[in-house]
Each structure stands twice: as C-alpha cells, then as structure tokens.
C-alpha cells in the first residue's frame, strides 16, 4: 500500500474510532450514572419503607418466657429437670448509674445518641452471615435487646433484616432508658443467669443494687462470651482476654467522663464467686449436666439457648453404672477420711471418667462430692498434672516411630536402660536428670520392669531418644490435649496439663487398638422448635498402629500384675493401666482399661480456702503419701467390679509381633557405672515377687544392656517386676512440676 493510500486509510478509520468512542462516552454520561444512582437508591428506600411498613414489633419471643430442660439417662430415665429460667426483673432505679454505663461503655459507646441501629454494623453481619462466617458483625443496645427479647439467636439474614426494623420503630416508641433497662435485664451472663439481678447473686453473692462499677464492668465484659469468660472456668488465655475487656471498659468510661481518671485508677480486678450449682443439681446430677451442656455448646448450641429451656437431653450415662462409680468412690475414700477434722482430708477432690472404647460414650462420672458443694467438675478439670500416666505415651511413640536408642538400638518392651536416679539423660539440648521416687537406683532395666515401677530416668533417656517433638505429636494424635506442654524432656513425667476425661480419651484410644476414641456424653438433644441431634460413635481414624497399641496394651497388664498398679489385680477381669503421682503428691492417678471398660480415677489436693490453689495430699486419711497405685486404684477396681457385674471374661485380642533374639552388646559405657544395681528392700518387703502370668506370644530373649551402663546381672522376664511394691498399691512414681525454671534447664523434681 502506498503512502497515499494508508493516508486515505486513516482518514477513513480516524471518524470511525470517534464514533466508537463517542457511543460509549454517551452511554455512560455522568448524568446517566448519577440519575440510576438516584433511581436505585429510591427504589432501596422504597423497599426499606415498605419493609419498614409491613413488619410489626412482635409480642415478647416465646423463648423469652419460662420453660424446663428434662436430662436423661441412656435408658430414657429421667436424670433432672431444670427449673424455670433464674430471671429477676429489677428496674434502672435499683442498678446504679455507674454500672448501667459500665454496659454503654462495653457495647454502644454512642448509645444515647444514635437512633437505634447500626447499618455499617449490620451490613456487616449480613455479608459474614452469607459469608458463612457466623456471629461478626456489631449491633447497637437496641439491636441486642431486640435481638433478645422480641426475636432469636438465629443467624440468618431474614432475623438481622427484622432486627434492623424493629430496633428503628423501638427506638422511637421507647425512652433509652427503658431500651437500656430491657437489655440488661434479658442478657444471658452465664452460670444460668439471665439479667443483672441473678448475674449479681451467681457472680458476686449480692443484689444488682449493691453492684460497684468494678464488677459492673465484669458482667459488662462478660456478655460478649459468658461462657468462656467466667473466671471459675477460664482458661489463662480467656482470663487474659477478659481482663483486657474489663480495662476497655473502664477505659471508655473514663473517656465518656462517666468515670474520673483517679477513681478508675483505683480499681482492681474484681475475681468472682466460685459457681454454685443450681437447686435440683446436688449430688452427681449437676455436674452431668453441665459437662452435657458444655458437649451442646462445642457443638454450636450457644448455652444462652440451652438455658432458656424446652431442650430434652439423653445422656450416653448408664444408670448402672453411674450408681457403681459414686459407691465406689463412697467406700474406697469418703468412708476412710475425716473432712471435718483432718486439714489434709478436706483438700481431698476425687474425679472420674469412664467411657465404652468400642464407642466413646461416657458411661458414668464422678464430678466431686456434691455439684452443690463443689461446682468445678473434677472430673473435666485440666488443671492438674497426669504425671506418669503419660509414660506409656512415651513408649507408644517410641514403638509407632521405630525410634532407637542413642547407641543404635531399635526400643522394644526387652529394650535395657540405666535405671539409675538422676542420671542425666545423654542426647539433649535441654539437661534433666530426674529423681526416682525416693531416689532409688534400679541398675540396668529393661522397659517392662521400668514401666511396672514407674522408673522416671528411664522414660528420661526415653522421650530424648524418640524426641519430644514425636512424643508430643503421638500424644495429641492419641487425645491429649494441647495445654501447658513444651517439646521438653521433662514431659515424660506428664508435666502438662489434662482432665480425667482427657486420659480416659487417650487410654480408650489403646483399648480400642490404636482407633482413635473421643469421649462424648450427649446421645441426642430435641427441641421443639429444632432439628433433633444425635451424636455418633467418635470413633475415628486409626491413629498409630494395631501392633503398637496392643503390644502398650501388654505392657500395662504387667503393671497390674507385677507393679505399682497391683490393687487393680484380681482374676475377674483381664485390666491393663499405669499409675501416676505429681510432684509434691498434688494429684495421684490411676487410669486403666479392661477390653470392656476403660476408666481414669484421680485424687487433687485443693486447699479449702476461697480460691482454692493445688496442696499436697500426703496425710491423706492419715496413710502417707496418697499415690496412684492407693486410693485411686482401689476406687478403679471396685467401681469396675461393679460396673462389669461382679467380672467379665473377656480377653484381651492383642497382635503383639515376636521378638527378634539380639546379641549383648560390648558398647563401652559413656557414663559413670551403676553403684547399685539392686535396690535396697523396703519395709513392705515380706515375699518374692511371683512370676509374671501375663501370655507372652515370644520366647525369652538376651537383651544388650544400655550403652550408657556397664552389663548388669540376668533380669527377671518382661511382666515381672522383680521388686517389691510400695505400702498401698507400690506407686514408684514421682512427676515434676512444671517443665523447666525458663533458664533451658528442665528443672529437677523435689520428689518426697
């Protein structure tokens, strides 16, 4: 093409691109944008308007009105039915003015100034309910008391669109004094109490009246998540987060001149009442209840909807048994102490948790002595230390990781180790060199005698040779819970944190051959304006092997037969468990399993004084120490007794693989020589220990002897303890507190 004619081209092309152009221009003029903006925006508040028109405010919700929840054992028994909901009405005259203005401050700074509603807020709250993202988004007072009293908790965009309306016609119809006075009054605080009136008796023991401005700001703080929120219950990081809500509170009052700066400065923190259980909840009943209860919430039902009533709850509880586990606990322990004249005996708190491995159904517990009298169940209480009933979590994960010891040698039940008290363990960053329990030395073990006598610098060289990182992997994997638990060597004498309800999870999970079990004590919820619920079977995936779990499973049985577990040995059932003490004997454990049953016992030291706080529980009905293989074991052995209707034959279905015949090794040895192989006798010692009669699928092996000890004479087959026992149950245990002094040495535990 030539330069004229491209010329000519362009002259062609130029006034078609313009025309193009200029047609979109056209179109989208800002005349036109500005006029649909208009058009829309009034067809939006022509449908707000007749929104506006067409819903009413509604009479009170029903569920603002009284009704009953009804509990019931598995069998359809009925275990209690709660009372009307603890409201009391009061009106603003008796709640002082600084108080109401601790609720203002909390949620709705502009409260007595805006016009009832937040649209940015509740624009908010559609989209994350659309979004799937539940309960965010912000509400003013008069939206939350809409929300409470004239419609539900339910999360849809239909009820925050009602909710949106009527807080406009209620704003204009009603004063914000009585808004204010409604909201306060039908808010769930928790503890079952809706209003201030029964906050301030559950939480602080006086009328709403008597409120200062610093418990006010507590309930204030609480409405945001009562249940995580109470003191009595909260975990560190929700103490935490309460207290700083609690600050923020004060904070804006101080900055709405509510409050004055040097009066706020003189506030402190003001730590509720323990919880009392409510009338009809004495006995066992309160704390099934409420472990019921908390079982909903995690599920999703918020406990301001089980509070309010019209909910029928079956229990997973057997009666049956649930009755054997309160007497056994009756006989084997309040029967033998004195809680009125012995200091020790009143600190005694005894907890229980018995689950079906085949299901995960929490067949019976045991809270305290009376839901009345001691709110906080101690049976789901996680404030106390395991101690050695995490042992045989440590071997589990030695045996599903194929872990070896530090000269090479893969760790079996045969495995020997250098029992010698506060051995320093060889291969860790972090130094331990733990006590036995009254520092006895044990020579060379091998890894069933060590667990039957509960040998703390075994299990020492133990997790550092399998690593506390897989130690604790295996142990979440079986169901212990995440609290309070460092990778540190020291968890080996279970210096973290978990409930009886926790370890009868992880014990269950062994029992059931490595498939994870999950304790669960709802079967189903109805209620009358919901779908039903029904929990399944927890039972999960498999979480370490058949082989692994079965061959902890064989260990144990030597521990009830040969060691520290021998209370719990009888020939009516086949039962495998492990003891455990904390230091300074705070908590004593006894958890074990029968192919039927599985059933976690423990003792806590709580001083009796307000606040409570973990003492010791030697003295204990005037016996010494009160250790795991004591009462505990006793209290397990009776109850199962019981519970199995006077024994069962049921056996244990173990896959257990043969072990190979290994050569002695000539390792030199990398510490000092053992002193004393062959402990002292102690003053229980009248018999020899009797051969073990757990079945063995191998024949007897030559087992090497550790690489950090010299050879040590022939031991006695795997099973049989070759020691003595201790007086009451033989516990050869001894936890430490905590896991280390924060310089990055575990600290030594002060054994007795």
């Keep these: 093409m030539g330069r004229a004619e491209a ?4 002259q062609h092309a130029a006034p078609r691109a ?21 058009v829309l925006s009034l067809l939006t508040m022509g449908g707000l308007f007749v929104v506006y028109l067409m819903v009413p405010v509604p009479n009170a919700n029903a569920q603002a009105e009284m009704q009953s929840n009804v509990y019931k054992y598995s069998d359809g028994t009925i275990l209690a039915r709660t009372g009307q909901v603890n409201r009391e009405i009061v009106g603003l005259d008796k709640i002082p003015a600084k108080v109401q203005r601790t609720f203002v401050a909390a949620e709705n700074k502009s409260f007595y100034n805006d016009n009832g509603v937040d649209f940015k807020g509740t624009a908010r709250g559609v989209f994350n309910t ?5 309960k965010q988004g912000g509400s003013t007072i008069t939206q939350q008391y809409v929300k409470n009293y004239f419609l539900t908790q339910d999360q849809t965009v239909t009820r925050k669109l009602k909710e949106l309306v009527i807080s406009l016609k209620v704003d204009r119809k009603m004063t914000k004094s009585e808004i204010l006075a409604g909201y306060i009054n039908t808010s769930y605080y928790g503890r079952g109490a809706y209003g201030i009136q029964a906050a301030a008796q559950a939480y602080y023991g006086v009328d709403a009246v008597d409120l200062d401005a610093s418990q006010g700001a507590y309930l204030a703080a609480l409405l945001q998540a009562p249940s995580q929120y109470d003191w009595a219950t909260a975990t560190p990081a929700a103490k935490k987060l309460v207290t700083q809500r609690w600050n923020y509170v004060l904070d804006n009052m101080v900055e709405k001149k509510w409050l004055s700066a040097s009066e706020r400065a003189g506030l402190k923190f003001p730590v509720p009442h323990e919880p009392k259980a409510a009338p009809g ?21 918020d406990k301001a909807q089980i509070a309010k009533g019209g909910w029928t709850i079956t229990l997973n509880v057997d009666k049956k048994k649930q009755k054997e586990l309160v007497k056994a606990v009756d006989e084997q322990l309040e029967s033998k102490i004195d809680r009125k004249k012995n200091k020790t005996d009143a600190t005694v708190q005894a907890g229980a948790t018995s689950v079906d491995p085949r299901t995960g159904h929490v067949v019976a517990l045991y809270g305290g002595v009376s839901a009345t009298e001691h709110w906080i169940s101690n049976a789901t209480r996680s404030d106390y230390q395991p101690a050695s009933t995490f042992k045989p979590l440590v071997l589990t994960s030695a045996l599903e990781n194929g872990s070896e010891t530090q000269d090479g040698r893969k760790i079996g039940t045969a495995t020997k180790y250098d029992g010698t008290s506060k051995r320093p363990v060889v291969g860790s960053d972090t130094p331990f060199a733990p006590q036995n329990e009254d520092d006895r030395d044990y020579g060379s073990v091998d890894v069933q005698k060590a667990m039957n006598l509960s040998i703390n610098s075994v299990f020492a060289q133990m997790v550092v040779d399998v690593g506390p990182a897989k130690v604790k992997r295996t142990a979440l994997e079986l169901g212990m819970p995440d609290k ?3 990778e540190r060597p020291a968890i080996t004498l279970g210096t973290m944190n978990a409930s009886t309800w926790d370890m009868a999870g992880v014990y269950a999970t062994l029992d059931n051959h490595g498939k994870k079990v999950t304790p669960v004590i709802v079967k189903s919820a109805e209620h009358r304006d919901r779908k039903t619920l029904t929990t399944p079977d927890v039972v999960g995936k498999q979480v370490v092997s058949r082989e692994t779990a079965d061959t902890v499973t064989h260990v144990l049985q030597g521990v009830v037969k040969n060691g520290s577990g021998q209370e719990a040995n009888t020939s009516d059932y086949q039962a495998a468990g492990k003891t455990g003490t904390s230091e300074s004997n705070k908590s004593a454990w006894f958890a074990a399993y029968t192919p039927q049953l599985t059933t976690v016992v423990a003792l806590f030291g709580e001083s009796a004084k307000e606040g409570g706080g973990q003492v010791t529980l030697t003295g204990t009905a005037n016996s010494g120490r009160a250790n795991g293989g004591g009462f505990p074991a006793r209290i397990w052995a009776d109850y199962t007794l019981g519970a199995l209707n006077g024994g069962s034959d049921a056996k244990f279905d173990l896959d257990i693989a043969r072990p190979e015949k290994i050569v002695p090794s000539v390792t030199p040895s990398t510490s000092a020589p053992v002193t004393s192989p062959t402990p002292t006798p102690s003053r229980s010692e009248t018999t020899e220990p009797e051969p073990d009669p757990t079945p063995t699928t191998s024949t007897p092996t030559t087992s ?6 010299p050879p040590a004479p022939p031991e006695p087959d795997p099973g049989q303890t070759g020691e003595p026992t201790e007086p009451g149950g033989g516990e050869a245990d001894g936890g430490a507190d905590g896991g280390g002094d924060g310089t990055g040495q575990d600290r030594l535990p002060n054994l007795l």
């Design 130 to 134: 659309l979004s799937g993202k539940g």
């Design 484 to 486: 309070g638990f460092p």
């Design 704 to 709: 090497p002897p550790v690489s950090t000890s």
């Design 281 to 301: 909840m004495e006995g066992q009943t309160g704390y099934l209840v409420e472990a019921a209860n908390d079982e909903l919430a995690a599920q999703g039902i």
């Design 18 to 38: 313009a025309r193009k152009g200029g047609g979109i221009r056209r179109l989208f003029t800002w005349k036109k944008m500005l006029g649909t903006f208009f």
């Design 7 to 10: 010329r000519r081209a362009g």
